[in-house]
């Protein structure tokens, strides 16, 4: 525990947590929808057992480490391709998170039968398996960046430690003013759609700066908020 005797340690622990943080942004966008499916009063505990299934999947992999960083290696070669773990998971992510939401999207055009229908079919271990699934998935570049930064387990899982216990803090406000507003609920499956689109990108190993993404997403909200004052006062 020395380690906590250095500044410099400490800064490494925020700098880590605030990027773990940001790097969840679109992992909560994600559970506050799956969740939504289910009824209000089980809403809370699946977001928090899903949150709490993917902490210690996340500690596990930050636990084997030079394991996660060995998927970076090539599995096999296609045309001259080399295609590695981490790219087919990747690839795999992001063609779920497209089916997902525009499934999801389809759904809010067809209308409350579709709804209801649909509201039937997710169970809450169904709920809470695709929350530890996609944070899988979610977690590999925030595992990765974390291991640019320090060499220090005890720093990283800390880190992680901090940034879910932000989430399950904050992802219940976050689910109910998404699950409120309609047009909300569409803006944040289209960026859910953005964001499978960049997974696959990346699985073809063509790097998208992540702060583009966060750009769009930050414009598009505030758009929308000020669409939203302008509906009220109308």
């Given at each position: 525990?020395?380690?906590?005797?250095?500044?410099?340690?400490?800064?490494?622990?925020?700098?880590l947590?605030?990027?773990?943080?940001?790097?969840?942004?679109?992992?909560?966008?994600?559970?506050?929808?799956?969740?939504?499916?289910?009824?209000?009063?089980?809403?809370?505990?699946?977001?928090?057992?899903?949150?709490?299934?993917?902490?210690?999947?996340?500690?596990?992999?930050?636990?084997?480490?030079?394991w996660?960083?060995?998927?970076?290696?090539?599995l096999?070669?296609?045309?001259?391709?080399?295609?590695?773990?981490?790219?087919?998971?990747?690839?795999?992510?992001?063609?779920?998170?497209?089916?997902?939401?525009?499934?999801?999207i389809?759904?809010?055009?067809?209308?409350?039968?579709?709804?209801?229908?649909?509201?039937?079919?997710?169970?809450?271990?169904?709920?809470?398996?695709?929350?530890?699934?996609?944070?899988?998935?979610?977690?590999?570049?925030?595992?990765?960046?974390?291991?640019?930064?320090?060499?220090?387990?005890?720093?990283?899982?800390?880190?992680?430690?901090?940034?879910?216990?932000?989430?399950?803090?904050?992802?219940?406000?976050?689910?109910?003013?998404?699950?409120?507003?309609?047009?909300?609920?569409?803006?944040?499956?289209?960026?859910?759609?953005?964001?499978?689109?960049?997974?696959?990108?990346?699985?073809?190993?063509?790097?998208?700066?992540?702060?583009?993404?966060?750009?769009?997403?930050a414009?598009?909200?505030?758009?929308?908020?000020?669409?939203?004052?302008?509906?009220?006062?109308?």
């Amino acid at each position: 525990m020395e380690v906590f005797l250095h500044a410099e340690s400490w800064i490494a622990l925020a700098t880590l947590t605030f990027l773990e943080i940001v790097l969840g942004i679109d992992n909560i966008i994600f559970i506050s929808l799956v969740s939504g499916r289910l009824p209000e009063h089980r809403q809370p505990f699946a977001r928090n057992l899903g949150l709490a299934l993917a902490l210690f999947v996340r500690i596990g992999m930050l636990l084997g480490i030079s394991w996660i960083i060995g998927f970076q290696d090539a599995l096999f070669t296609v045309t001259g391709f080399a295609v590695s773990g981490k790219d087919l998971i990747m690839f795999g992510g992001g063609a779920f998170l497209l089916a997902k939401s525009t499934s999801e999207i389809h759904g809010k055009i067809e209308g409350a039968h579709h709804e209801k229908t649909a509201m039937g079919k997710n169970s809450l271990s169904s709920v809470v398996m695709q929350i530890v699934t996609l944070d899988i998935v979610f977690s590999f570049d925030s595992i990765l960046t974390a291991v640019g930064m320090t060499n220090q387990l005890i720093l990283m899982i800390t880190a992680v430690v901090i940034s879910i216990v932000v989430m399950m803090f904050f992802s219940g406000a976050i689910s109910r003013f998404v699950n409120k507003h309609l047009t909300l609920q569409v803006l944040a499956l289209a960026f859910l759609i953005l964001i499978g689109f960049m997974l696959i990108v990346e699985g073809l190993h063509i790097h998208v700066p992540k702060a583009y993404i966060y750009f769009a997403v930050a414009f598009s909200l505030a758009v929308e908020l000020v669409n939203m004052r302008v509906r009220k006062g109308k």
